[in-house]
Nanobody, 121 residues
Framework: QVQLVESGGGLVQPGGSLRLSCAAS????????MGWHRQAPGKQRELVAG???????NYADSVKGRFTISRDNAKNTVYLQMNSLKPEDTAVYYC???????????????WGQGTQVTVSS
């Protein structure tokens, strides 16, 4: 299996910063796209940022200019640097990855357990 473990969440004041990390482990042939989604109470899970294996990125309009996604392929790790945080950024943040377990298998998505980010004064 492929396991994803997030870290770096916590409580910050408005205008502050956090850096989230997500490390993939287990049986992995190749990881393709990786990304971050978030879900606030009572709301649908939404894409925050994504990055392909080639390094192309995309962001939700609400976080452009404030968040930066990056990855270290040697470590099978994706990061999310969050700056100028706002109360509306408060949510559980989930890491996901599109991966193959071996060269014969299909691509499928995997999800981490989530990490809480709270922005409050």
């Amino acid at each position: 299996q492929v396991q994803l473990v997030e870290s770096g969440g916590g409580l910050v004041q408005p205008g502050g910063s956090l850096r989230l990390s997500c490390a993939a482990s287990g049986s992995i042939f190749r990881i393709y796209a990786m990304g971050w989604h978030r879900q606030a109470p009572g709301k649908q899970r939404e894409l925050v940022a994504g990055i392909t294996d080639g390094g192309s990125t995309n962001y939700a309009d609400s976080v452009k200019g404030r968040f930066t996604i990056s990855r270290d392929n040697a470590k099978n790790t994706v990061y999310l640097q969050m700056n100028s945080l706002k109360p509306e950024d408060t949510a559980v943040y989930y890491c996901n990855a599109e991966a193959r377990r071996n060269s014969w298998s299909d691509r499928r998505g995997y999800w981490g357990q989530g990490t809480q980010v709270t922005v409050s004064s």
